[in-house]
């Protein structure tokens, strides 16, 4: 009996810790905008294709997984994935905004990273200055995040 106790104790706790490492991908860009102004944060959009792309869940399983870069993303940025599946069907608003930002930051490959600065345009509109951009990088968590940091410091 205490050994059945200890073990729920044990699987509890740990998905409290788990629980706890969650990060939040928006997918509403204008929402994830304004939580990257109010907090003073750059944006790192990431394009994606969830359902067909084996470098995309390369880059998920190496290093957005990882305890280091959960760490660092509450840290520096504002997450948002812009997904481009082909099995599933993503709603009409949510394909036309991902394919606006993928004219806008001429996307061409995937998975693609880009980090932007939210800010106003002079004629009071919405602007995303553009930082930088990555995307799959060989060696996991710490080699991408040194090109990450390299991107985002200058704004931090």
Same mark, same amino acid.
């Given at each position: 009996?205490?050994?059945? @106790?200890?073990?729920?104790?044990? #699987?509890?706790? &740990?998905?409290?810790? /788990?629980?706890? =490492? ?7 860009? /204008? +929402?994830? &905008?304004? #939580?990257?102004?109010? =907090? /003073? ?18 880059? %998920?399983? =190496? ?11 509450? %840290?520096?940025?504002? @997450?948002? +994935? ?10 009409? +608003?949510?394909? #036309? %905004?991902? $394919? %606006? *930002? ?6 061409? !490959? &995937? ?16 602007? *995303? /200055? ?5 995307? $799959?990088?060989? !060696? !996991?968590?710490?080699?991408?995040? +040194? ?10």
């Amino acid at each position: 009996m205490r050994y059945i @106790l200890i073990t729920f104790l044990f #699987i509890g706790s &740990y998905s409290v810790s /788990n629980a706890q =490492e969650a990060l939040t991908w928006h997918t509403d860009m /204008n +929402e994830a &905008y304004e #939580i990257a102004n109010s =907090e /003073n944060k750059p944006l790192m959009l990431f394009f994606t294709g969830s359902d067909w792309c084996g470098w995309c869940t390369r880059l %998920q399983n =190496e290093v957005f997984k990882t305890s280091d870069f959960k760490n660092w993303a509450k %840290q520096n940025v504002v @997450l948002v +994935e812009l997904d481009f599946p082909r099995r599933k069907q993503l709603e009409r +608003e949510l394909q #036309i %905004q991902n $394919y %606006q *930002l993928q004219k806008i930051f001429k996307v061409t !490959g &995937y998975p693609s990273v880009h980090f932007a600065k939210p800010g106003l345009a002079q004629d009071g509109k919405k602007n *995303l /200055n553009s930082l930088g951009k990555t995307g $799959y990088v060989r !060696g !996991g968590a710490q080699k991408w995040l +040194e090109v990450a940091n390299n991107i985002v410091a200058p704004v931090n």
